[in-house]
């Protein structure tokens, strides 16, 4: 098991706490991210009761968060990406959320996109497998095997590279796609690609 501990920024929100008890039930420390320092820490108490107690789980203020971890995992809505990462304002369309990202961050940082078809309520329900396979857009192959093993901790997940980060346009429009046929459905789909070996 890597020593890696990951920060969640925003991970007081649904997506962010599913992605959280995953991880820290598969043994990762985790570091909750929030604007508000407070919040982070309570969020990271109702996990850790969620999970019998574990302790791998905190919580502090997103810059804190962000600099005591080895990788950092940005999980808040399109709408507050940009007031969570600005240093200055995009004079242009990025293409996707995660090239706008890769945008933002500070230079030398590697940027992957992934977990965008996998519902937070899927993640959330511990009991049960979360059956989807997980599309990983990224420029550079190291950066985005790091996320490998994150992948492959939540039973149910299968890791999928699918190529460079401007693949991520394809895979984000896919979440308007679910989300409608969910509503349609009153169910959680997720995408699963055939062909490939298990």
Known sequence: MTTETIAIIGGTGDQGRGLALRWA?????????????????AAAEEMRAELGGVPN?????????????????????????TPTLKTRVLGVWAGSAAEQTAELAPAGVEVVAAFHNVGADAL??????VECDILVCGDKKDAKLRLRPLVEAIPGCRYVDAGVLA???????????????????????GIRVTGLPA
């Not at 959330?124 to 497998?129: D, T, Y």
């Open 25 to 41: 039930k598969a043994g990762y420390a985790i570091i909750i991210g929030s604007r508000d320092a407070a919040r982070a820490a």
């Open 57 to 81: 789980i905190t919580g502090l203020a997103n810059a804190e968060a962000a600099a005591q971890a080895a990788i950092v995992v940005l999980a808040v809505p399109f709408a507050a990406q």
């Open 124 to 129: 959330s329900a511990l009991a049960h497998e």
């Open 167 to 189: 693949n991520a346009r394809i895979v984000e429009a896919m979440t308007a796609l679910l989300i409608g046929v969910n509503i349609r459905y009153k169910t959680h789909t």
